[in-house]
């Protein structure tokens, strides 16, 4: 979907690696704050993320490619298999160097942030209403991720200035940088073709939303993070009912 000359997605994906930078910003400049709050926005994110995903964007691919529940279980295992190939290292991360610590999960991070992009461009091109969906549990969960990735650089004897560097271009700039290297590949595709690349980013959706987000969530044990849970599935409800 393009607005003007400019990618839609584009525009979405911008606002994710703002809302990243946010992140990493908060974490340095209000340490204490950015710590004792983020597992409220990845549980919100993670309730906006598997509702929308459920509710709307899944019967979507269902309408579009008669295969999408084989392609929705490809994007949610594909997603799984990169996660966990990216981390088989850390079981041996405390006989490597420290620098390790911060450098593997990076690299995950990046890939992660950069199939984001990807599944921007997806969603918007099947329609404006589908990628706003998609992109408002996506955008909320890119604050956390942002003050993650700089907590773990941090941790692992990255300075704090590197650190800073490292997380932006990890975390950030590839959502948007995905988003450009796959929107021509993906403007002009067949419906039928489109709603299969639709059905791997629902299945790529509600991974981050219930597989990657609510075991962070539930480490955390903050207090009230059920009920900001709650709030992000009544946000989406709500926004999905509307439309119909």
Known sequence: MVLGTIPVGFLASSLACIVTGIGIYVINRYA??????????????????????????????YGMNDHAPVYILVGFMGLYIINRFLSAGDDHLTTAKNISIGIIPMIGIGIHSFIDGIIYTVTFNVSIFTGVLAAVGMVLHEFPEGIVTFLLLERGGFTRRKAIVWSFLAAAISTPLGTLLSYPFVVDLENNVLGMLLSLSAGALLYVGATHLLPLVQNEQKKYTLISLIIGIIVAVVIVLSKG
């Open 32 to 61: 204490e704050w950015g710590h004792r709050n983020a597992a409220y926005f990845m549980s919100f994110a993670a309730g906006v993320l598997i509702s929308v995903t459920i509710l709307h964007v899944m019967p979507e691919a």
